[in-house]
């Protein structure tokens, strides 16, 4: 079955660009829309964006901007850039496939990251 | 932006009984795009619902979900000891997908 993993660096400076990329294996990167999702400790899910096959791309506007969200079907990877990071951007990071009327149907893990100098 | 409110944030029940959890948007959603997740301490999000009222693939029965418009329920009819954690709803109908707040459910 497809299969999702987050894979970053944990600790990121503030001002600095986030960079993480989500794997998929198991299944075709294809008629999905490719998701971000991200939960503070302690706190509730937010939605970052998403990415469809096609590549069009929708993002949060609470994230004003800083996020950009790519796919490389070659590798069956997409990933996430989230620029200008502060100490609020500390979350658990979700990568989910979202199936249009489906809800997001597969997770990964989740990733920890850390905005911290 | 659609904003989902949940309530009650806390649910105190015990093995057995019936659980209903209320999620509320603050416009009309299409029954198509609302979804409900469950999550465990330490895990991810889990697919329970979505289109309102269908089970994700190995989701038992004892789950349920209903609503329309503005005001969507999810039922767990007699809880098992592994249901005890966080539910939240979730519209994705429209951008930006919103989650609700989510509610605990924890035993009594």
């Known amino acids: 079955q497809v299969q999702l993993q987050e894979s970053g660096p944990g600790l990121v400076k503030p001002s600095e660009t986030l960079s993480l990329t989500c794997t998929v294996s198991?299944?075709?990167?294809?008629?999905?829309?490719w998701t971000w999702i991200r939960q503070p400790p302690g706190k509730g899910l937010e939605w970052i964006g998403y990415i469809y096959y096609s590549g069009s791309t929708s993002y949060n506007p609470s994230l004003k901007g800083r996020v950009t969200i790519s796919l490389d079907t070659s590798k069956n990877q997409f990933s996430l850039k989230l620029s200008s990071v502060t100490a609020a951007d500390t979350a658990v990071y979700y990568c989910?496939?979202?199936?249009?009327?489906?809800?997001?149907?597969?997770w990964g893990h989740g990733t920890t990251v850390t905005v911290s100098s | 932006e659609i904003v989902l409110t949940q309530s009650p944030g806390t649910l105190s029940l015990s093995p057995g009984e019936r659980a209903t959890l209320s999620c509320r948007a603050s416009?009309?959603?299409?029954?198509?795009?609302l979804a409900w997740y469950q999550q465990k301490p330490g895990q991810a999000p889990r697919l329970l619902i979505y289109?309102?009222?269908s089970r994700a693939t190995g989701i038992p029965d004892r789950f349920s979900g209903s609503g329309s418009g503005t005001d969507f329920t999810l039922t767990i009819s007699r809880l098992e000891p592994e249901d005890f954690a966080v539910y939240y709803c979730?519209?994705?109908?429209?951008?930006?997908?919103?989650f609700g707040p989510g509610t605990k459910v924890d035993i009594k």
């Open positions: 979730q519209q994705y109908g429209s951008s930006p997908v919103t």
């Open positions: 416009q009309s959603i299409s029954s198509s795009y």
């Open positions: 198991g299944g075709s990167i294809s008629s999905y829309y």
């Open positions: 989910a496939r979202l199936k249009a009327g489906g809800g997001m149907d597969v």
């Open positions: 289109g309102t009222s």
